[in-house]
């Protein structure tokens, strides 16, 4: 069993920043692989970026890419998704995942382990 605790949502100014954590305890693998998805009401999950524990190759949506930075803390088992210039139409609840069969890494189906969500409102 792997548990995943996020941290880090909240309401923020569109334009301002935020930071998520997400701490994960539990078996890992060499294999191991952590991402983002967010989910927007009557909206199906979209993923936002991943990050491979072993070599660090990270992924990040087109949506996303110069505003978000994925990182990892090796020694405490957490990845962190660095929010900048953020827009209301980043407002969603976003999801910190987990898998240890990670060939791909940017679909929700490839994922076994997920957080409880947490809510990012940006307002304008």
């Known amino acids: 069993q792997v548990q995943l605790v996020e941290s880090g949502g909240g309401l923020v100014q569109a334009g301002g920043s935020l930071r998520l954590s997400c701490a994960a305890s539990g078996r890992t693998f060499s294999s191991y692989a952590m991402g983002w998805f967010r989910q927007a009401p009557e909206k199906e999950r979209e993923f936002v970026a991943a990050i491979r524990w072993s070599g660090g190759s990270a992924y990040l949506a087109d949506s996303v890419k110069g505003r978000f930075t994925i990182s990892r803390d090796n020694v405490k088992d957490t990845v962190y998704l660095q929010m900048n210039s953020l827009k209301p139409e980043d407002t969603a609840v976003y999801y910190c995942?987990?898998?240890?069969?990670?060939?791909?890494?940017?679909?929700?189906?490839?994922?076994?382990?997920w957080g409880q969500g947490t809510q990012v409102t940006v307002s304008s």
């Open positions: 995942a987990a898998t240890d069969a990670p060939w791909i890494v940017t679909t929700s189906s490839v994922y076994n382990y």
